[in-house]
């Protein structure tokens, strides 16, 4: 039985590694809780972003989306930390908001502003 997202892990090259502890620290708002050579761990709000050294980033692997309360400040701050625009802010229906950036190691990063989203119902 599949019980739910647990894990978002991002590859990113081993000369980037020191530089994406520092950006996602300052995106997310937390210090990595596990920091080996091969694995960086942080967690955010129980759940977990990791980053993958050695990898090939890339906007066209898993797509996990990041839960905001306010995604357009939200996209504005990740742009500010050098982020770029993949897809703005916008509607899909049911007061659901979905943007995209692109880190600034290559990796897409989705969010959504789920007004549905029932955080009593994570197992």
Do not use: C
């Amino acid at each position: 039985m599949i019980l739910g997202l647990r894990t978002a892990a991002y590859p990113i090259a081993r000369d980037q590694l020191e530089a994406a502890k520092r950006w996602y620290a300052q995106a997310f708002g937390v210090e990595p809780y596990f920091d080996e050579p091969f694995y960086v761990g942080f967690n955010i709000g129980g759940f977990e972003l990791g980053l993958l050294p050695d990898g090939a980033p890339s906007i066209n692997g898993p797509q996990p989306l990041w839960g905001v309360d306010d995604i357009q400040a939200v996209y504005q701050t990740l742009i500010g930390l050098g982020a770029t625009a993949l897809e703005p802010p916008k509607d899909v229906g049911e007061g659901i908001l979905v943007a995209d950036v692109r880190d600034p190691f290559g990796n897409r990063l989705g969010l959504i502003q789920n007004p549905h989203f029932d955080p009593k119902a994570v197992r």
